[in-house]
């Protein structure tokens, strides 16, 4: 037995040295890992589906699809020129509501990498037609939204967490809001006090924009349906669950009706749904059944209760900044789903960990700042960026990065502690 464990832990730490070393994609590493598992029998080939959530499977390609329509019929654009328009292009002013727009998106999308991309393409639009640097708006739009974790849709980790816990919508925010949105001020504070020659000095040449809103919707009827849906589907997520619809079924229905009605205009579009990443979630979540079935969880889970002893001020202080270094440093996926499967463990053993599942929620949040391989959002973001021309600086961003983490880390520690004292 002792033979099966080290394999399984050699493994799945195998599978994060890849990644983390960029020698392999997530969904290489992760793949070939369950191949290995499955090869030394120690998951079975039928029974290994089992540790599968395919609730969270369902959520996330239904929110793709949708998100994705939205960025086909130039929503995201759209909004992005009204908020210049409507700030008159006073920069501050515009990444003040930029961040507030993006927040509200992020909230309820559970893809964040998609509206983080389009914003950013829009940003730099915008940027570009106002002759000012999108950089500043960039960095605090992404240290900003790698934090926002108030909703169990706004990431892929609070929804693994959430999910995990069996925490409905309104448990979920009624314990993360404060520690979220307290981080948010101090960070945004920071930024702004860090920027604000920048912010001050920018001279942008229009207080209107040039171009239209109307102009980038390419399809008026499809946009106010899509629109439509997209809200209805926020509303399913709140009510949904007490009439018995899980966020995963909310999100396939809404995501059904838009393909069956867009037909050929959005029909497409699930093309470019993130196949990789629904697959790499299935396949870490097998990974650590693999660790489950060897007993390996429940070694962890006794040896944390043991030095930790459950919900105490020690555990809630430990599991936070173990989450959050850890996050700042390697991709937190798989590291949440094996922390999920310990603080079950832990429960099962009669052990109170309820605020831990709260100082693990918010440590994989705030870790996402440190470095920009701590998230694949980091990453993407930035070669957008570098793209268009916008050189970032990984060190400078880690300099910055993990100022961040420590500063909104410490916070958090300090109103969990109050929260559960």
Avoid at 133 to 153: A, E, K, Q, W, Y
């Amino acid at each position: 037995m002792m033979a099966l464990k080290l394999i399984a832990l050699a493994v799945f730490v195998g599978v994060y040295l890849l990644v983390m070393l960029g020698l392999r994609e997530l969904t290489v590493a992760s793949l070939t890992g369950v191949a290995i598992l499955i090869l030394v029998g120690i998951l079975d080939p039928k029974g290994m589906w089992g540790h599968v959530d395919f609730d969270i499977i369902a959520l996330l390609i239904g929110t793709m699809v949708v998100v994705e329509a939205l960025n086909g019929i130039g929503f995201f654009r759209w909004i992005a020129l009204h908020v210049a328009n409507i700030t008159k292009c006073d920069p501050l002013k515009m990444f003040l509501l930029f961040i507030v727009v993006s927040l509200a998106l992020d909230a309820f999308t559970g893809d964040a990498i998609v509206v983080f991309l389009t914003m950013v393409a829009t940003i730099i639009e915008v940027s570009d037609l106002l002759d000012v640097d999108p950089r500043p708006f960039v960095l605090g739009l992404l240290f900003t939204v790698n934090i926002h974790i108030s909703t169990p849709m706004s990431d892929l980790p609070p929804l693994i967490i959430a999910a995990g816990g069996g925490f409905t919508f309104f448990e979920y925010v009624s314990n993360v809001w404060l520690p979220c949105y307290a981080s948010i001020a101090a960070l945004l504070t920071i930024f702004i006090y860090m920027n604000r020659n920048v912010f001050l000095g920018m001279r942008p040449r229009y207080i209107r924009m040039p171009i239209s809103p109307s102009e980038v919707i390419s399809d008026r009827k499809l946009f106010y349906f899509s629109t439509s849906i997209f809200l209805a589907m926020m509303v399913g997520f709140v009510i949904g669950p007490p009439l018995g619809l899980s966020y995963g079924s909310v999100a396939l229905i809404a995501a059904a009706i838009l393909l069956i009605v867009g037909g050929g205009k959005i029909g497409p579009l699930i093309r470019e749904v993130d196949w990789e990443a629904v697959v790499s979630v299935m396949c870490l979540s097998i990974l650590v059944g693999g660790l489950e079935q060897t007993g390996l969880i429940e070694d962890i889970a006794a040896f944390l209760a043991s030095c930790i002893g459950g919900g105490t001020p020690l555990g809630i202080t430990v599991i936070l900044w173990l989450s959050s270094l850890v996050s700042a440093m390697i991709a937190n996926i798989p590291y949440t789903i094996a922390m999920v499967s310990v603080l079950k463990t832990m429960e099962a053993q009669g052990i109170y960990t309820y605020p831990l599942w709260w100082a693990l929620v918010m440590g994989t949040g705030l870790g996402g700042n440190g470095t920009i391989v701590a998230t694949y959002t980091n990453i993407v973001v930035v070669n957008e960026a570098s793209k268009k021309g916008y050189r970032i600086d990984p060190k400078a961003f880690a300099r910055t990065g993990m100022t961040f983490v420590f500063l909104t880390t410490a916070i958090t520690n300090v109103i969990l502690l109050a929260m559960f004292s």
